[in-house]
């Protein structure tokens, strides 16, 4: 029920796209992240030198498991984002909050992890970055920056500002 002067609105053009953004920003992650989940025999080197008293078929095994779990992991993000921009879309604060809290760590973790290669601490702790890695990194970090940046565009505020009483949990008066 609504409050009286206070009527739903249309999401103003800035939250549309920013709901694309970040929805394209988890797509290109799943992308990131399918990459990486591809080099089976990366994988196998790795959990090879992690746990030399393996056999091949346990080696193989715990292959196939990361590769589900990470692809399962990255589905679910993907879903849970989109979910989280359709709230924010209809005017939902908590799920503004919520991407602007998981954007700006992603962009601060994004600029670090950049200056970090950048810099040559990538390389100094062992650390195999490729030019797709990078590429990947500075997409997700223009991304999200700009999805945050149009949710506090002077429209999406209004829009939030109106929404707000429709869409605040009500506590019961006592």
């Given at each position: 029920?609504a ?22 920003s988890?797509?290109?992650?799943l ?41 399962a ?24 909050m ?52 149009l ?5 999406s505020?209004a ?16």
């Open positions: 029920m409050e009286p002067g206070v009527t739903p609105a249309p999401a103003p053009q800035p939250l549309h796209l920013a709901r694309v953004l970040w929805i394209a988890t797509v290109v992650s992308a990131r992240s399918t990459t990486k989940l591809a080099d089976r025999n990366a994988i196998m080197d790795q959990l090879q030198a992690m746990r030399p008293e393996l056999t091949f078929d346990q080696v193989d095994a715990a292959a196939s498991a990361s590769v589900f779990f990470g692809l992991m990255s589905l679910g993000v993907v879903a849970v984002y989109a979910w989280l921009a359709a709230r924010m879309l209809a005017g939902y604060p908590w799920a503004r919520l991407l602007v809290a998981f954007g700006a760590i992603s962009v601060f973790l994004g600029v670090l992890g950049l200056t970090g290669i950048a810099g040559g601490a990538a390389a100094t702790a062992g650390l195999k970055v490729t030019t797709l890695d990078v590429i990947f990194g500075l997409a997700v970090l223009g991304l999200d920056a700009t999805a945050l940046a949710m506090f565009q002077r429209e505020r829009y939030f500002a109106r929404m707000a009483p429709l869409r605040m949990p009500r506590r019961p008066s006592l």
